[in-house]
């Protein structure tokens, strides 16, 4: 129900755009995140953002480097990436949240993407 989309190679410094594209019926009144993962690491928060797109959180290793946003009408959410760093690389999941608001923590998402990998050359 969830397709996340826009991973890529990109050179450290560089930018990148992730799409997370879902019916309007799974994500118009939720809560949306970001989440990414690397091998032998558990899934860890990146951004969210509430139902109407007036509140976003971020972790602080993206922080003013990355923002999340959505259109509702088309039931889309983004993550804008930029100064990327090698840290960065990882598959990045977007998730709908149970209800309108979001969490730092998984259990508190019901959809998830397939994950669209991002490597960031050093």
């Known amino acids: 129900q969830l397709q996340a989309s826009g991973g890529g190679l990109v050179q450290a410094g560089g930018s990148l755009r992730l799409s997370c594209a879902a019916s309007?019926?799974?994500?118009?009144?939720?809560?949306m995140a970001w989440f990414r993962q690397t091998p032998g690491k558990e899934r860890e928060f990146v951004a969210a953002i509430n139902w109407n797109g007036g509140s976003t959180s971020y972790a602080d290793s993206v922080k003013g480097r990355f923002t999340i946003s959505r259109d509702r009408a088309k039931g889309t959410v983004y993550l804008e990436m930029n100064r990327l760093t090698f840290e960065d690389t990882a598959v990045y999941y977007c998730?709908?949240?149970?209800?309108?608001?979001?969490?730092?923590?998984?259990?508190?998402?019901?959809?998830w993407g397939q994950g669209t990998l991002v490597t960031v050359s050093s």
């Open positions: 309007a019926r799974t994500t118009t009144n939720n809560g």
């Open positions: 998730a709908a949240a149970r209800g309108a608001h979001y969490s730092v923590g998984t259990r508190e998402y019901q959809y």
